[in-house]
């Protein structure tokens, strides 16, 4: 069954230092990825998607990701991370065969920015 | 232009009653979809709608259902509700035909007690 792993519930970093998120899937072809912010009591918004071509892709806020098929990942990134960063990020998935607009998300990872 | 409006953003429902969320896309949108989340299931998929029709559906009861309008507004219902039925409802819309990429709306919160 296809599914998304974030291995880290909870990340701390301080401001000013780089960031990474892990995000593993399990498909049997490459799928569409998107990551996903939340902040408390807000809805889900879009950071950047990959759909094919150039596997690192530029996203809002300053963040990156790159997809790496060998190792089914794709991880966030973003060099210098700013105090409004906190929030949780979440991984997804779509682009499935037969199921349409459907997406499957991670768990998420809840972030945390220190002075 | 305008994102995705949830209406209400808070409802308290008592257990046994049957409830009603609207979601109105993006203009221009025809692709709708549910997702419901909670601590401890996350994000899950509900159904998606496309042009009126349901395309997909996640792994929920009966109890959940959904439909879409000519102006691609959408409705969800939950009947019967139970005590774990309370969480944040998200719609998402999007404007490409198979509704890959999707814009969330700030959700309605649910509480059953």
């Known amino acids: 069954a296809q599914s998304v792993t974030q291995p880290d519930i909870h990340i701390t970093v301080s401001e000013g230092a780089s960031l990474e998120l892990r995000c593993n899937y399990s498909y049997g072809a490459t799928p569409y990825l998107f990551w996903y912010v939340q902040s408390p009591g807000q809805g889900l918004q879009l950071l950047l998607k990959y759909f094919s071509g150039d596997t690192l892709v530029q996203g809002i806020k300053g963040f990156e990701a790159e997809f790496k098929r060998s190792q089914s990942s794709f991880n966030l990134r973003k060099p210098s991370v700013h105090w409004s960063d906190a929030a949780e990020y979440f991984c997804a998935v779509g682009g499935l065969y037969n199921q349409g607009g459907k997406l499957i998300f991670g768990q998420g990872t809840e972030l945390s920015v220190k002075p | 232009k305008a994102g995705v409006t949830q209406t209400p953003r808070y409802l308290i429902k008592t257990r046994g009653q049957q409830v009603t969320l609207s979601c109105s896309p993006i203009?221009?949108?025809?692709?709708v979809s549910w997702y419901q989340q909670t601590p401890g299931q996350g994000l899950q998929f509900l159904f998606e709608y496309f042009s009126e029709t349901q395309r997909n559906k996640g792994n929920f009861p009966g109890r959940f259902s959904g439909r879409q309008f000519s102006n691609s507004r959408s409705e969800m219902n939950v009947s019967t509700l139970e005590l774990g039925d309370s969480a944040l409802y998200l719609c998402a819309s999007s404007g490409r035909d198979r509704g890959y990429e999707q814009y969330f709306g700030p959700g309605t919160r649910l509480t059953v007690t």
């Open positions: 203009s221009g949108h025809r692709s």
